[in-house]
């Protein structure tokens, strides 16, 4: 089945640590995208990527880093520099450019910093 | 400044009502209107609206688009216990997605 999966699922990490969050899709699409959601706000948008080797920050970047070094994939690293990490995280994919046709979304990581 | 206001934030109803969600926007290029649905983890798409005073349906859900007045009603008939979940508006302006906070819908049987 096509599909995203996002790993782990539940994360706990101790304050000044890096941790990596993984998303995978084999739907082939080219674009992907992290958000963060907390409650009561909306999806708000790290980092997205529309083609391999190239991703441009969202609107939170700052405390993330990603890579797209294969098209599949788009690892997202929560660095100790992010000063609230602890969230939803929400990788998701499209076909057509950033924004610009639907989302397919993966069942989430969720961070929680000790 | 681009913004997405969905209300109301949460609703409680019973098993049979028919409930009625609310997206207004403001944004500088409106491309279209999404809705999706998430229940624990990974939102699900329901609808996407583009033109003005066409209904979507699937099943119990339906939904319309007024882009002179700048909103979207997301309509659910007689709701089902699953269909408790978050319901999330979002507006493509300029190729970029602005979300709202969601509506929390709880059915109680």
């Known amino acids: 089945d096509g599909g995203i999966t996002q790993s782990p699922k539940y994360l706990f990490r101790k304050e000044g640590q890096n941790v990596t969050l993984s998303c995978e899709q084999n739907?082939?699409?080219?674009?992907m995208y992290w958000y963060r959601q907390d409650p009561g706000q909306g999806l708000r948008l790290i980092y997205y990527s529309q083609i391999v080797n190239d991703f441009q920050k969202g609107d939170i970047a700052e405390g993330y880093s990603v890579s797209r070094e294969k098209k599949e994939s788009f690892p997202l690293t929560v660095t100790s520099a992010q000063k609230n990490p602890t969230a939803f995280y929400l990788c998701?994919?499209?076909?057509?450019?950033?924004?610009?046709?639907?989302?397919?979304f993966g069942a989430g990581s969720r961070l929680t910093v000790l | 400044e681009d913004k997405v206001v969905q209300s109301p934030l949460s609703l409680v109803v019973h098993e049979g009502d028919t409930v009625t969600l609310n997206c207004s926007y403001e944004?500088?290029?409106?491309?279209?209107l999404l809705w999706y649905k998430q229940e624990k983890k990974a939102p699900t798409f329901l609808f996407m609206l583009t033109s003005s005073g066409i209904e979507k349906k699937s099943g119990r859900l339906s939904s319309i688009l007024d882009k002179k007045e700048l909103f979207s009603i997301l309509n659910i008939t007689a709701t089902q216990t699953g269909d408790s979940a978050i319901y999330l508006c979002a507006v493509d302006s300029n190729y970029q997605l602005i979300w709202g906070a969601g509506t929390k819908l709880i059915i109680k049987p």
């Open positions: 998701a994919s499209s076909s057509q450019g950033s924004g610009a046709n639907v989302l397919t």
């Open positions: 944004v500088t290029n409106f491309r279209s």
């Open positions: 739907l082939n699409h080219d674009a």
